[in-house]
């Protein structure tokens, strides 16, 4: 069984820093590379960040590059749990989205569909 569980989000003044956290467990999870993900009203889900199993390398979308930082704490994963975590500085409006963890580049794909979380919304006012 895999679970995708994202917390942490809210409702902020811009400038405003929030942090994001992901538990994904289940099916060997612990070594793959994990990235977060949103999808704002309207819009098509995007790549944020991710990060390598070591926590060597990371990579983040442009548009947030500087201001979020994806980190991952090894000491909680197992082979098959993971928790990975985004720390969101200097929020601005457009960084708005329903917020997502997931394996990257490629989502977890289950019974043939990809499958996602709940993920976790974050409201960022002007």
């Known amino acids: 069984q895999v679970e995708l569980a994202e917390s942490g989000g809210g409702f902020v003044q811009a400038g405003e820093s929030l942090r994001l956290s992901c538990v994904a467990s289940?099916?060997?999870?612990?070594?793959?590379?994990m990235g977060w993900f949103r999808q704002a009203p309207g819009k098509e889900r995007e790549f944020v960040a991710a990060?390598?199993?070591?926590?060597?390398?990371?990579?983040?979308?442009?548009?947030v590059k500087g201001r979020f930082t994806i980190s991952r704490d090894n000491t909680e994963n197992t082979e098959n749990t993971v928790a990975v975590y985004l720390q969101m500085n200097n929020l601005q409006p457009e960084d708005t989205a329903v917020y997502y963890c997931?394996?990257?580049?490629?989502?977890?794909?289950?019974?043939?569909?990809?499958?996602w979380g709940q993920g976790t919304q974050v409201t960022v006012s002007s």
């Open positions: 990060i390598t199993y070591g926590s060597s390398k990371t990579q983040y979308a442009d548009s």
């Open positions: 289940g099916r060997g999870l612990g070594n793959y590379v």
């Open positions: 997931n394996t990257d580049p490629r989502p977890i794909r289950l019974d043939g569909n990809d499958y």
